[in-house]
C-alpha cells in the first residue's frame, strides 16, 4: 500500500500507550499523538481506542527516517466533527464531571438562541452573584480570625 501525505486510511491500533496510538497501515505503522485522537481533551486514550479496533486515519507527515505521523480527528468527516463536537461522549460511558460551586462556566440552555448581548448580561449576572457570596464568605473568615486574636 502506497501511503502519501494527505490520504485518509482505514488502519487496525496496533498498540496504545499513554502519549499515542500505534496503527498499522499496510506494511507500515504509523502514530497518532494524543492530541490527533480527538478533538476534545483526551485525558485516557483507552477511553477512545483498544488494540485491533479499525480506525480511519489521516496522514499528516513522513518524516525522512520514515516515521508516519497520523491524525484521527482530521480523517472524520465534517458531519462526524460536527456531531461529536455537540456530543463528545456519545461512544463512551458518561464520565462524572464535577464542578464546584465556585466554577464560573456559563453554558446556555441548547433550546435557546440567546443573543451575544443577552449571554454576556447573563454571565455577568451569574459572576456578580458568585462575587457577592464570595465576598460574604471572605468577610465571615476575616471577622472570625480578628476575634481570635488576644489584643
Known sequence: MDVEVGSIIEGKVSGVTNFGV???????????????VARNYVKDIKEYVKVGQAVKVKVISISPEGKISLS??????????????????????????SRGADSFE???KQQESLSFEDMLSKFKQTSDEKLSGMKKTDG????????????
Do not use: L
Not at 140 to 151: E, G, I, L, S
Open 72 to 97: 484521527m480527528k482530521q480523517a472524520e468527516e465534517p458531519e462526524q466533527r460536527e456531531e461529536r463536537r455537540r456530543n463528545p461522549r456519545r461512544d463512551r460511558e458518561p464520565a462524572r464531571i
Open 106 to 108: 456559563f453554558r446556555p
Open 140 to 151: 465571615n473568615r476575616r471577622t472570625a480570625q480578628n476575634r481570635r486574636k488576644p489584643q
Open 22 to 36: 500505534f496503527v498499522e497501515i499496510g506494511e507500515a505503522t504509523g502514530m497518532v499523538h494524543i492530541s490527533e
